[in-house]
């Protein structure tokens, strides 16, 4: 396909619409065209008397007018119960019913009923979450399809989402929302995400997968938005917590030279988790503040896990208006590093042949001073957003939003010990850094966000033959800046939270200023058929100043001797290892780009409760630019989708797509890190991923009626992600190679058994499908960096009992309950996966 033609086809189609659009008088006839009440597959969150599953969609009798039930009934409110302005009713029906994405991103970006959606799109709900009582924000994807996660801390809090064929480390290529602002740390130059809200207070959580224009960039794969509690609601106080533990110590290592066996002196296994929120709504003034903590155990026997977070809401709503600002603090103090098992030359055993045989997931048998390593994270986030219904069918959305994350992370070098009695420091002679042993490398990286964005809507317009129209457009800028250095500490200094001070091996600072613009417009070609054309403009500049620059070259150079020529860097003739820092490098450079990026989707609702969809997208993601040279390549690429849900048949729910996608330019994370410990990019010429995802319910009330509802839930993800065109390292093709990272299964299969009374117990298999790890499909690598990453089963378990009138709930549930040992990924050396863990809790809800 010749995007440029597509391209000014569509902006000559959308600016064709917009004519008679703008000559609109603003009033319009709300009821021309309105059809009687029809079955749609809606995500129904307000409480049924049959003993369903909340996370199911629902056959439900809707009303396409705008009077119909608003965007989001929260959690027990009754059907059609509104919270906002007066003036927003109809906004808030198109938002519920309508084939577009809620013009407000806060109601979310998928409607509430997705009969004319034109994409695929799952909306988990807060009454879905609650059922499966997930431990992390990561987990809530699992029955999600077309998704995969990979939870590196065990705790999902480092991103770590995957969408149709894109590698799920940090999520870095995916657009992570929250509320509708961004959440990767630096979306313009480095898209990672090392931040998740805390599953405690999110009332529900949208993933669109395939055609998408208005929201960007990152969305070649799909786009995930957390939706935070809404200060319109109403009234309810809710007090949580939990506790488990994970069976994380087991393991052993043997040191052949010292003849000696090792065993955790690791932390406690110990978790919990606890949480409180109010929402309060009094006259036209709402407002919700929430706390959630934890302090858990990760995969390693080392780690903990440990976060306070606080959330608040204030909303106010006048007669056609609507204002309201949130916040977050989000403090996290992890005992956590990315440094994992790896063998050395001369060892016996592999590093896979050492996690399986003897070390498990005991880090503190082969590498005891990972003890003092840590991970401290700070974020601020800041929205105000203001609605303004001009009338039934015209709404603008204006916000402005902030984000500061300063992520600084400590852990020690090469495995050593950093509580060595000497005190000797790193030493830089020339261009060569040498470092002794027992030392702690600092990483400080440090990023801010600030973006102001208007939208519009205008809906129920006239189009030519008659037909209507909705148009939606908007306009965003947005500012980024980003600091990163690495800095090595003192013999026998441990580093700790705050420590600045050391010999820097690299240090850089980047900018990017960005606008983004995006315009679509839903025909109404029939009553039951829509089309939506749309076209998105991104253009940004990306500026970067270097100070310090490393050489990659692995970890350094190790000698038995650290005595130079001059007599420097004398270490009393002990190991170190010598970083050579780049001293011919450019210490400011910059670009620009700007692409103008086609969408169509279409919509047949025409079929008995059934939705075909599909369309073409031309994406855009950005890569990681901290080490990469400059300019870097377009990562653009070419989606297609095609897809059928229905709940035609009685106690039948059903949800299935096929996608093709073509990507230029697709940046992978390569086999190594340099000097200073940073990741080291490459890009493939092109990837092409064919798959297919499925989702499928069965219910047995409404066959058998009763007090009992038996169900089988399941969802399937096959991601062919292949290098079509791309060399390796040593300029060998690697054309048909799988992309690094990316399972080509991936499967969740629920069994569970519901009551009217108010319990429910419920059991899953969840299957990860093996994967390659470099671009080169390295089988097995005796370090245990590279290497196939082995498929694994596993087998989790949930039970929930409501007390009757006493807004009580009591629950247990357990993942890994058979403790397979597997790995998780190869990241900087083999990484376990979550053992067994089991864990009990409570939820308390006052109105």
């Known amino acids: 396909m010749r995007s440029s033609g597509v391209v000014a086809a569509s902006i000559a189609v959308i600016f064709a619409l917009l004519g008679p659009a703008l000559a609109q008088d603003g009033t319009s006839d709300t009821t021309s065209g309105e059809l009687p009440p029809v079955e749609v597959i809606q995500e129904d969150t307000a409480p049924t008397p049959a003993p369903q599953a909340a996370s199911s969609p629902q056959q439900t009798t809707v009303s396409p007018t705008p009077q119909a039930a608003p965007a989001y009934i929260p959690e027990d409110a009754a059907a059609g119960e509104y919270f906002g302005a007066p003036g927003g009713r109809a906004a808030a029906a198109r938002a519920q019913n309508g084939p577009a994405s809620p013009i407000n991103p806060m109601n979310g970006i998928l409607p509430g009923d997705l009969s004319k959606f034109p994409s695929a799109g799952t909306t988990v709900t807060t009454a879905a979450i609650d059922e499966l009582h997930p431990r992390s924000t990561n987990e809530i994807f699992n029955s999600v399809p077309g998704v995969h996660v990979v939870n590196d801390d065990g705790f999902g809090r480092h991103g770590g989402i995957g969408i149709r064929g894109s590698p799920p480390r940090r999520g870095r290529k995916v657009l992570v929302m929250e509320d509708g ?373 692995g970890e350094g150079d190790e000698f038995e001797e650290c005595l130079n020529d001059t007599g420097f860097a004398d270490f009393g003739n002990e190991e170190c290892a010598v970083i050579e820092l780049e001293d011919d490098f450019l210490p400011t450079e910059s670009f620009t780009k700007t692409h103008v990026l086609p969408s169509v989707a279409l919509a047949y609702s025409g079929f008995y409760n059934s939705t075909v969809y599909g369309g073409y997208h031309r994406g855009l993601t950005i890569g990681v630019l901290r080490e990469a040279a400059l300019p870097p390549g377009d990562e653009l690429g070419d989606n297609f989708q095609i897809g059928l849900r229905s709940t035609a048949l009685t106690g039948i729910t059903f949800d299935i797509a096929a996608y093709h996608q073509r990507i230029q330019d697709f940046q992978i994370k390569g086999s190594a890190t340099d000097a200073a410990g940073n990741n080291v990019y490459s890009n493939i010429d092109e990837v092409h991923i064919n798959g297919f995802e499925t989702y499928g319910r069965i219910d047995s009330h409404p066959f058998t009626g009763g007090s009992y509802n038996f169900f089988f839930e399941g969802n399937y993800t096959l991601a062919d992600s292949k290098i079509e065109k791309g060399l390796s390292e040593d300029g060998d093709s690697i054309a048909g190679n799988d992309v690094p990272e990316v399972p080509r299964h991936f499967a969740m299969l629920t069994l569970g058994m519901q009551h009217k009374s108010g319990w429910d117990v419920s059991a899953s298999y969840t299957y990860r499908g093996g994967f390659y790890t470099d671009e080169d499909n390295t089988f097995s690598d005796f370090e245990g960096e590279d290497g196939f990453v082995p498929d694994v089963w596993l087998l989790s378990a949930r039970a929930n009992y409501r007390l009757p009138d006493t807004g009580l709930t009591l629950f247990v549930a357990g993942d890994n309950l058979t403790d397979e040992l597997y790995i998780q990924d190869r990241e900087d050396g083999v990484k376990p996966g979550q053992a067994r863990t089991l864990w009990a809790g409570f939820k308390l809800k006052l109105q």
């Open 181 to 553: 602002q961004p959440i990767n740390m630096g979306l313009w130059h480095d898209p990672s995400v090392h931040y998740s809200p805390p599953v405690d207070r999110i009332e529900a959580v949208d993933v669109i997968r395939g055609t998408i224009a208005n929201y960007g960039p990152n969305n070649n794969h799909g786009v995930v938005n957390y939706r935070n509690f809404s200060p319109f609601g109403p009234n309810e106080t809710v007090i949580s917590g939990s506790v488990g533990f994970t069976n994380n110590d087991e393991g052993s290592f043997y040191d052949e030279d010292d003849d000696e066996l090792f065993t955790s002196i690791g932390r406690r296994t110990s978790s919990g988790t606890w949480h409180l929120h109010t929402r309060q709504m009094v006259g036209n003034v709402g407002a919700v503040f929430s706390y959630s903590g934890a302090d858990v155990a990760g995969t390693w026997d080392t780690e903990r896990l440990r976060y306070n977070d606080f959330y608040g809401a204030l909303g106010w709503k006048g007669v056609d208006q609507d204002f309201t600002v949130s916040a977050v603090y989000f403090r996290q103090r992890d005992l956590y590093d990315e440094g994992n098992l790896e063998a050395e030359d001369g060892d016996d055993l592999s590093a896979d042949a050492l996690f399986y045989n003897q070390v498990e997931h005991c880090k503190t048998c082969y590498n005891p001073g990972s003890l003092y390593n840590s991970y401290n994270a700070d974020v601020v986030k800041l929205q105000a957003l203001h609605n303004y219904y001009l009338d039934d069918t015209t709404t603008i959305t204006s916000r402005t939003y902030g984000f500061f994350h300063r992520r600084d992370r400590y852990q020690n070098f090469e495995g050593e010990d950093p509580t060595e009695e000497d005190e000797f420091a790193p030493t830089l002679v020339g261009n060569e850094v040498y470092i002794p042993e027992g030392v702690m490398l600092g990483r400080l990286r440090t990023y801010k966000q600030y973006g102001a964005e208007v939208r519009a809507e205008f809906a129920d317009r006239p189009f030519i033959g008659g037909m209507r129209q909705d148009i939606q457009t908007g306009v965003r800028y947005e500012y980024n800046t980003f600091t990163n250095r690495n800095f090595f500490g003192a013999q026998g200094q441990v580093l700790t939270d705050g420590d600045t001070e050391g010999l820097n091996v690299f240090n850089r600072a980047t900018d990017a200023h960005a606008f983004s613009a995006f315009l679509q417009s839903t025909l109404h070609v029939a009553s039951d058929f829509t089309v939506t054309p749309g076209v998105r403009l991104d253009h940004y500049r990306v500026r970067r100043k270097t100070y310090v620059l490393s050489e990659e070259e």
